[in-house]
C-alpha cells in the first residue's frame, strides 16, 4: 500500500444507527498486547476495530513501533488482523467499564431524555 488509508470514524454503506463508545481498560489482568498476541517490546497499540458483516465480526488492532511517536500531525501506523480470537472476548477481557450508544440515524442530532424504566419481561423489573 503505497500511500495507506487514514484510519477514522466508524463508517457503513447505510448507517441506521449511529453513536458512540467508550471504555475504561482493566488495571489489572492481561494486557490488550498479551489478548492479541503482539509483542510488547515492538507494538504499542493505539486503535481496536471490530467490524464485520450478518456472519461473523473481525478483530483489528491498529499499532505503531515502540518509541515510534512522534509530533507529526499524522500517525503512521500498521492494522493487524488478529486471527483466532473473538472479538467479543477480547472487548471483555480488557474492560473495567464500557459504554456503548446507538441510536436510530434519525434521531442522531436530538436530545433524548428517559422518562421511565422498564424490563423485559417485565416481571423482572426491580425497583
Request: no cysteine.
Amino acid at each position: 500500500m503505497e500511500d495507506g488509508f487514514l484510519w477514522g470514524e466508524a463508517e457503513v454503506t447505510y448507517p441506521d444507527w449511529v453513536g458512540t463508545a467508550q471504555l475504561d481498560k482493566r488495571m489489572t489482568g492481561p494486557s490488550l498486547n498479551d489478548l492479541v498476541g503482539l509483542n510488547h517490546d515492538d507494538w504499542f497499540i493505539i486503535g481496536l476495530d471490530i467490524g464485520g458483516g450478518e456472519h461473523s465480526h473481525a478483530l483489528r488492532v491498529i499499532a505503531i513501533p515502540q518509541g515510534a511517536e512522534t509530533a507529526e500531525e499524522e500517525v503512521v501506523a500498521t492494522e493487524f488482523l488478529i486471527h483466532n480470537k473473538d472479538p467479543y472476548e477480547i472487548l471483555q477481557a480488557m474492560t473495567h467499564v464500557f459504554e456503548l450508544r446507538l441510536r436510530v440515524s434519525r434521531f442522531a442530532d436530538r436530545p433524548i431524555r428517559i422518562m421511565s424504566l422498564s424490563d423485559v419481561p417485565e416481571k423482572f423489573m426491580q425497583e
